[in-house]
């Protein structure tokens, strides 16, 4: 080990015969406690917050969808989208891990004898597009499959905004009007569940049935529907599938003979608002962490003149004994070091503590009307955590360089008669 290690571990960080710790330590470990806490918590929000915004939009949406080559037609309804395998093997080939789901979209009204209000209606079987929705019930259940039983598929479920401005409730039918073939046909469904995402952009556009319902509404087969959900697909390979895919889709309308080929679009596109809205967040972070850091080092760099001040008589007789500036200074970034490495332990137990209280509690609220959640979500994320406390180590290695070049003008003569 070396000398000045040795020494710098040996030393005690209460000078003199005292029991409480000096003015400096305190100061240091405080600074760096509070560092710590603030920037571990902020990159959780932040962390937390885009994690559920994506999960929402990307619920409502999918990460890619396929439609048919008219689906921008004039026509209320396509011709469809039907499965088949050379689709499906294409979609596997290039994007293995997507699950892909069959979805019916079509507009509606919702009308009661005082309201009514236009929405558009999803088909949809259980799934992984579902999952989010099932997550969101606030009343009843989402029954997206009838299992054998007919009765089942005229249910809907509507969105609490729905059901307040409607006046409905679990139980309730409603008379649900489409127009087909320019003419306007009504059906009664059965309110099977009111679910609630706060995401009020969807909320008060997006109503669910089962796909079974849509498609013998509209005389489709059960593998045939407007769109191709697929789902599962890390966020940052969309881009490069959603452009792969189109090609290949392409490719083979042209080795078929197709005049056009299926419409890609993802969520990075169709929603990128929500997605660059998200991307801000991280300037946000970036601020927030760089001023601690600033705040930290100005910190640590009062504090070790604190320290230095503390001992000055041990710095002169250490002098008088031939030690070189070179090796005290590296003595008292040693002890400093403790200080740092004792802030944030301090800082990290403190910060899990909070997040992982936030994460069972959901203590801190925030109104849903401004940010879509009804609290502050927070994601805790070990390797965040230590790249930040590997980042705080080098910074204040970095920053004690410059206070402790003072040891190098102190002279023995002076520091050992210093009171």
Partial sequence: MLLSAYIGQRLSLRP????????????????????????????????????????????????IAIYPA??????????????????????????????TELMVRQPAILKTDSAFQGIVLKGMA????????????????????????????????????????????????????????????????TISGIYNTYFSDYDKLYAFAPIEFLQRFNHIDSLTGNALELRGIDIDRI?????????????????????????????????????????????????IIILMTIVSAFTLISSLFIIILERVNMIGLMKALGATNSLIRKIFIYM???????????????????????????????????YYLSYVPVEFNWWYLALLNIGVIIVSCAVLIVPSAAISRMTPAKTLRYE
């Fill in 16 to 63: 003199g015969s005292g029991k409480r710790a000096s003015a400096g330590t305190f100061v240091a470990v405080t600074g760096i406690t509070l560092a710590i806490v603030i920037m571990a918590i902020a990159i959780a929000v932040v962390t937390g917050f885009k994690k559920e915004i994506q999960e929402k939009v990307i619920g409502f949406n999918s990460e």
């Fill in 70 to 99: 008219d689906s921008y037609s004039d026509s209320l309804y396509t011709s469809g989208l039907t499965l088949n395998s050379d689709l499906l093997d294409i979609i596997a080939d290039i994007a293995p891990e997507a699950k």
């Fill in 126 to 189: 259980p799934g992984v597009g579902t999952d989010f929705l099932s997550k969101s019930m606030v009343a009843g259940k989402a029954i997206l499959t009838s299992e054998g039983n007919d009765s089942l598929l005229n249910t809907i479920v509507i969105s609490q905004n729905m059901a307040d401005a409607l006046g409905l409730n679990i139980g309730d039918r409603v008379n649900t009007h489409f127009l087909l073939d320019n003419n306007v046909r009504t059906r009664k469904l």
């Fill in 239 to 287: 881009p490069d599938i959603s452009s792969h895919l189109e090609a290949e889709l392409i490719m083979d309308a042209a080795r078929q003979n197709r005049t056009s080929a299926y419409h890609i679009t993802d969520v990075l596109e169709t929603n990128a608002l929500y997605f660059n809205w998200l991307d801000l967040l991280d300037t946000n972070v970036a601020v």
């Fill in 336 to 370: 400093s070091e403790r200080l740092v490495i004792r802030g944030i332990i301090i800082g990290d137990i403190l910060a899990i503590g909070i997040i992982l209280l936030q994460q069972h509690t959901h203590f801190l609220h925030l109104d849903p009307e401004a």
